[in-house]
């Protein structure tokens, strides 16, 4: 549930706002939305409402998870209908990020390259206003700025409830940033100093917060982000490697002297502790929901309630497991068979969006490589925890995945690109 409600009301509006203008786009110009752009926004969506929708009881019955439960409904009559979701009111909960998500890029779809610089831009803003909130709550104790009364306000999480995001929402936001300076006109060395500068004080509070995914995921993230700057053709290629590996050396070597050395005990106790996580106990528990729920799965947003059905009484704690701390797993486990068709919908886009042969300018190259940054980055955090499971971070994935669709900026490109999906 979205806790505070405030966040409700901010995601709600979001939500009608975007999804209202791009179906406004959609209604006026339809061949500028192929489909493989409606099928990767559309498809999570069509998951949800599928599985708050009634289906005959005999046809739950395939689901083991639910047999029991179907065959007390088939004494009714044989007409008796259900829904997959064994809670609807959690898969409606669940339903928001997936609709921010959608609306998300819906409307940044095609967006020209000028508008761009102002979302870098504002990312690179929240990203520094998280960025010296998670210094304040870190040297209070958790005491200020503590905006959701969670166990994590001492870890540094910026914005959010948990460490793990806010290190990733940072390290998103760092690689935006990227893209931000990239697509000026100083010269090359400064960028990279540029750069350089604002990703030591990120990278250091995300090994304060404790977050070992984040610390690897993000020291790796803005390493990426620095190389994935082109080359000004008035540099002298040797100059230019100087230059680029003099703002990438404090990057790596911080990041491993802040996994090392044990700057805030937590970190390196969790560092340490890996192969004790309760996460691989929790893999393994929720690889049995698999084939339980199998085919239809227990409904989006349900994995709390049915974990606790197997979770082992030797690993109750004081909290509640609410996720399985891997999307792709937990995806399968709530959805079922069903989790195949976003999953195919994205493979699709992915596939027409790069593997189309194309020539694009310096600023549009850099654009994407950032684009990919982030988009792996998300999903390389999403094996370990749940980041695409929060609208903020489900925003960040649709701005990313916007970035690799052909916009008007690319001129016959762009045309193109959209001609041949069209077909």
Known sequence: MLQPSWRAVLFAAWIVIAAGVATWRIILDRRAFPATLLGLALAPLGVVLFQLCRIPV?????????????????FVGPAVTASISVDRVATASAAVPVAVFSATFLLLHTRPRREWRPVFASFAVLGAVSLVLAFVQFGSG???????????????????????????????????????????????????????????????????????????????MASATLLAFPRDRSDVRAA??????????PIVGFGAIAALVSLNGDTAGRISGVSGDLRWSIWAHARDLVLLYWPWGSGLGTFAQVYTLIEPVGELHPFYINHAHNDFIELFVEAGALATVPILAALLFGWRSLAAPAHYSQHDILERRVAIIVVAGLLAHSFVDYPLRTPTLAI??????????????????????????RR
């Open 396 to 421: 960040v994935l649709a701005v990313a995945l916007s970035m690799l669709t052909p916009r008007a900026s690319s001129g016959s490109l762009a045309s193109g690109s959209l001609q041949a999906d």
């Open 142 to 220: 958790g005491r200020w700025c503590d905006f959701y009364h969670s166990a994590h306000a001492a870890n540094a999480p910026g914005f959010f409830a948990n460490r793990n995001h806010g290190a990733t929402f940072l390290a998103c936001c760092l690689a935006f940033y990227g893209a931000l300076i990239g697509a000026q006109t100083t010269p090359g060395a400064r960028r990279y100093m540029l750069f350089a500068a604002a990703a030591l004080p990120a990278l250091a509070i995300i090994a304060l917060s404790g977050s070992r995914a984040g610390l690897v995921i993000g020291a790796v």
């Open 58 to 74: 005999a046809w739950l019955s395939l689901s083991e998870g639910q047999a029991f439960a179907t065959s007390v409904r088939a």
């Open 240 to 249: 230019d490697i100087i230059a680029r590996f003099a703002g990438l050396a």
